[in-house]
């Protein structure tokens, strides 16, 4: 269907409005407490409007994944030490979601806090936004580009490339806040 607007080129729209079920649907905000995931909290909230329900997914690495070397070499750690830096690890993993959701109720969202223990960030992401049919995965991006880019990956880059769902990527430029060094 084409519309004739005032500024004489004609405008397109959409035969149909998207389905109304589809704008309810809950919003994956993948979060780890950095400048650029706090940006695309702020920025889901504009683009998604106010109101819908928003999970607020932080995902930490599995302390069983992490080396530990010391100066005389690889060190054996004692199960209970082992056991009281998994703990920490998951209340800081649930503070950090706890803020983000925090930060999101504020954007407009009805959002809740949940962690996840995976050694690939974007695995866990994407599966778990398949796990909970969400509508939109939001994620933040460094901006990487070049060398770093390929020596460290980018999540928001992978999520976008391996899920099926719509990927909100807001980038540093969109925040206001580039980057720094």
């Known amino acids: ?94 503070s950090v979601a706890e803020e983000g959701a925090q930060l999101a109720r504020e954007a407009g969202f009805d959002a809740a806090a949940r962690v996840a223990v995976g050694a690939s960030p974007w695995q866990e992401i994407v599966a778990i936004a398949d796990e909970l049919d969400a509508g939109v995965i939001a994620i933040g991006s460094r901006g990487r580009t070049g060398l770093p880019k390929v020596l460290l990956g980018s999540v928001a880059s992978a999520v976008a490339q391996h899920s099926r769902r719509s990927v909100l990527i807001v980038h540093p430029e969109a925040t206001g806040k580039p980057e720094e060094g």
């Open 1 to 94: 269907m084409v519309a004739r607007g005032g500024g004489g080129g004609p405008r397109y729209r959409c035969p149909m409005p998207p389905p109304a079920a589809a704008e309810q649907r809950l919003v994956l905000i993948a979060y780890d407490g950095s400048r650029q995931a706090k940006g695309a909290i702020v920025e889901a909230g504009r683009e998604l409007g106010a109101g819908r329900r928003a999970i607020v997914l932080t995902v930490r690495e599995p302390l069983d994944q992490i080396a530990f070397v010391g100066l005389g070499g690889a060190a054996t750690i004692g199960a209970e030490t082992v056991s009281a830096m998994q703990e920490a690890a998951g209340k800081e993993a649930a």
